[in-house]
């Protein structure tokens, strides 16, 4: 009877000892996988923020260096890669509107206004086909009075109805921009073994670069707020 119950007892302990294998081999790769998920997301939100900052520095160039260029006359230089071509559309007015573009030498030139221009408000956006920034031209007046003490009052008037809008320059995006970001926000190992593609949210079938699939992670971007 002794042995007998020895020899029942080894088979069930080989089956609780295989079950506690099985699931502790099942927790680690869970525990793995929400690891790499977490990294994933944190990776993504790195492309994201820096993909941004590009944007706001090129609206920067446009509401900054591009107006001082328009108005002096003078070559604007160093434009950014993030930037294809630029158009200044001025307010428009009963003899038509004042729309000039950006030449080769850095000149702003007479133009026609362009198609996908035709019904911008101005205001500022990021249009998706083709790809633009829209950025406002703002002339703000400010007059100061001193009163009795420290108190300054100031009166600011801003007249708006003119505006830069540039293409963005997808072929830099897809070849150079999106495949330096991945690397450098996920890693070398990461971008070899995972497939990424940047699509529209509007039109998810629209790849910017990539080839649209089903996704195990999605990050939004292209957002122009303040950091």
């Given at each position: 009877e002794h042995w007998r119950s020895v020899a029942w007892s080894v088979p069930a302990c080989l089956a609780a000892l295989a079950w506690v294998q099985y699931n502790w081999s099942a927790r680690v790769a869970a525990a793995d996988a929400q690891r790499a998920k977490e990294h994933l997301d944190s990776a993504a939100s790195l492309f994201a923020s820096e993909f941004n900052r590009i944007a706001r520095q090129a609206m920067q160039f446009l509401q900054n260096d591009a107006q001082v260029a328009l108005r002096s006359g003078s070559r604007l230089e160093e434009i950014p890669k993030f930037i294809g071509e630029i158009y200044y559309l001025g307010a428009p007015a009963r003899r038509g509107r004042d729309v000039r573009r950006l030449t080769a030498e850095g000149l702003f030139a007479p133009a026609a206004l362009p198609d996908w221009l035709a019904d911008s408000?101005?205001?500022?956006?990021?249009?998706?086909?083709?790809?633009?920034?829209?950025?406002?031209?703002?002339?703000?007046?400010?007059?100061?009075?001193?009163?009795?003490?420290?108190?300054?009052?100031?009166?600011?008037?801003?007249?708006?109805?003119?505006?830069?809008?540039?293409?963005?320059?997808?072929?830099?995006?897809?070849?150079?921009?999106?495949?330096?970001?991945?690397?450098?926000?996920?890693?070398?190992?990461?971008?070899?073994e995972y497939d990424f593609a940047v699509v529209s949210r509007a039109q998810p079938d629209r790849a910017l670069y990539g080839t649209p699939g089903r996704a195990d992670l999605r990050k939004p971007f292209f957002s122009l707020a303040a950091a």
């Amino acid at each position: 009877e002794h042995w007998r119950s020895v020899a029942w007892s080894v088979p069930a302990c080989l089956a609780a000892l295989a079950w506690v294998q099985y699931n502790w081999s099942a927790r680690v790769a869970a525990a793995d996988a929400q690891r790499a998920k977490e990294h994933l997301d944190s990776a993504a939100s790195l492309f994201a923020s820096e993909f941004n900052r590009i944007a706001r520095q090129a609206m920067q160039f446009l509401q900054n260096d591009a107006q001082v260029a328009l108005r002096s006359g003078s070559r604007l230089e160093e434009i950014p890669k993030f930037i294809g071509e630029i158009y200044y559309l001025g307010a428009p007015a009963r003899r038509g509107r004042d729309v000039r573009r950006l030449t080769a030498e850095g000149l702003f030139a007479p133009a026609a206004l362009p198609d996908w221009l035709a019904d911008s408000p101005c205001a500022p956006a990021v249009m998706e086909d083709p790809l633009a920034l829209v950025a406002p031209i703002h002339d703000v007046e400010t007059a100061e009075t001193h009163a009795t003490g420290t108190r300054v009052m100031r009166t600011v008037r801003v007249r708006a109805g003119r505006c830069f809008a540039a293409r963005i320059d997808d072929a830099w995006l897809r070849e150079a921009l999106f495949p330096q970001l991945i690397v450098r926000s996920f890693g070398e190992t990461a971008a070899r073994e995972y497939d990424f593609a940047v699509v529209s949210r509007a039109q998810p079938d629209r790849a910017l670069y990539g080839t649209p699939g089903r996704a195990d992670l999605r990050k939004p971007f292209f957002s122009l707020a303040a950091a």
